[in-house]
């Protein structure tokens, strides 16, 4: 696939493959863009604001809405795109398209309700006789670096919300599966005047310092590695920065609480796209006085996912986007072993696959649980009670998403005041998560929040205009 600048489909002589994580072959060569082309998307995307700022807000509805039916008809296409790219089974891949589309819906319904508000500006001394209003205005260029474990749906977080408030956007997807984010951007580039949309490929380490550093881009919205958005953070200047940087994520299960319901949540949080999640199930803490029924009912859970082909609809694991993310996780889990873990199901490799696994006896300095491990790992560490459960929750530099099972309402309202994450889910798993809910975590899982309707305020400045009416 080429890359889209000012509407126009560009190419380098310097390419590289974009491989299948499931067999290793070769689906697509993306282009890789050097400075001058990556100047060449800022410039296009400079030029393009006067001509999307002139639209009515009205017209950007309709166009969001239009781009919208476009990508409701090309859903099976892209999803099997995400499915090749990514190795994520066809079915996850088919529900991030659903997810995306009423994303794109959720942007469309936010363009018309960007509102300013009076001022009561003869509150102040001098303030008689003025009257005041605040408008919200678009920042100008947005620039969104994404990652490769939701290719379509991280984008759609950054680019529908930027165009809603009358920004353009440059695209600058992962090198591991940037195809159907390409898909995407193209789509929406199509009911947008030309360059108002653009996409870069390419490494990130050359293109990404270009775009940081940029006086005529306004924003960063970033997913991606704690290292990574502290580079960014650092580099930014005056640009307003979103970073969504990970997670550790906790789901406490305490003594009282439903069982069945816990483990089912446990094993769609710990194992979605082969554990490759931002807020996956990443800590189970469990009261030792439930530990070893909720460790067996959650063994048997694990043997019944059926690993293999992501492309077949009733495959529930496929494999990791590469082998490096594979032996990281492998050395995670046989330094946790090497200490006193206990693999109970799975820990078992084949080629780019690590079968689903859970661990039991892990203690909090392993490094399988004080690092974020992006695997398909269910690691369970056992808490005396519900105080010790919240010191092993915050005991961690990330605070993205936490979920607690538990039927007793005091215990739940402590749980929700006292773990230190951005969203704390009661009888839900870490993973749980809408579209137009506020996302982003303390701590170092970042700054700033994603859900349509707060990204598209921090994609605005906010101008005060004032009257003298004497």
Not at 76 to 94: D, F, H, N, Y
Not at 185 to 193: D, G, K, S, V
Not at 234 to 246: A, F, P, V
């Amino acid at each position: 696939m080429e890359m889209l600048i000012n509407s126009k489909h560009i190419s380098t002589d310097k390419s590289m493959d974009v491989l299948n994580p499931y067999d290793n072959s070769i689906v697509d060569t993306i282009p890789i863009a050097d400075k001058k082309i990556t100047l060449d998307a800022i410039k296009s995307a400079k030029n393009a604001k006067e001509s999307i700022v002139k639209l009515t807000s009205r017209q950007i509805y309709y166009n969001l809405n239009d781009a919208c039916d476009e990508l409701r008809e090309n859903k099976k296409k892209i999803a099997k795109v995400i499915t090749q790219e990514t190795g994520k089974p066809i079915k996850g891949s088919l529900y991030e398209l659903d997810r995306s589309i009423e994303t794109l819906i959720f942007a469309a319904e936010e363009s018309k309700r960007i509102y300013g508000e009076s001022v009561p500006i003869d509150a102040g001394l001098g303030g008689e006789n003025v009257i005041a209003f605040t408008k919200k205005i678009p920042l100008g260029c947005v620039a969104a670096i994404t990652p490769f474990n939701y290719p379509v749906n991280l984008a759609i977080h950054k680019l529908a919300p930027a165009l809603a408030a009358k920004n353009t956007v440059i695209l600058k997807p992962s090198s591991e599966a940037p195809l159907s984010g390409l898909m995407l951007a193209e789509i929406l580039a199509n009911h947008f005047p030309n360059g108002v949309v653009n996409t870069v490929t390419g490494s990130g380490e050359n293109i990404g310092d270009i775009l940081v550093k940029n006086d005529d881009i306004n924003k960063i919205s970033f997913t991606g590695s704690i290292p990574t958005g502290i580079h960014i953070a650092n580099n930014s200047g005056m640009k307003k920065i979103t970073l969504e940087l990970g997670g550790n994520d906790p789901t406490i299960v305490l003594k009282d609480a439903d069982i069945e319901k816990a483990v089912k949540e446990v094993v769609n949080g710990a194992y979605l796209f082969s554990g490759q999640v931002c807020m996956g199930v990443k800590r189970v803490i469990v009261e030792h006085e439930i530990i070893d029924e909720f460790t067996q009912k959650l063994i048997e859970e694990t043997r019944k996912l059926k690993v293999g082909n992501p492309s077949s609809t009733d495959t529930d694991i496929g494999p990791l986007i590469n082998n490096k993310a594979v032996q990281n996780v492998n050395n995670k889990v046989e330094e946790a072993v090497s200490m006193g873990a206990t693999i109970e199901v799975g820990g078992k490799i084949r080629n780019n696959f690590y079968w689903p696994t859970v661990i039991s006896n892990v203690q909090e300095d392993m490094k399988l649980v004080s690092d974020e491990t992006f695997g398909p790992i269910a690691p369970i560490i056992e808490a005396k009670d519900i105080n010790h459960a919240i010191a092993i929750a915050n005991n961690t530099h990330y605070g993205l998403n936490a979920g607690v099972f538990t039927n007793n309402i005091n215990d739940a309202i402590k749980c929700a005041n006292a773990i230190e994450s951005g969203s704390v889910f009661i009888n839900k798993a870490s993973t749980f998560r809408t579209d137009n809910m506020p996302f982003g975590g303390f701590k170092n899982s970042g700054v700033g929040k994603e859900g349509i309707k707060y990204a598209v305020e921090d994609m605005c400045r906010t101008k005060l205009i004032g009257f003298n009416i004497k």
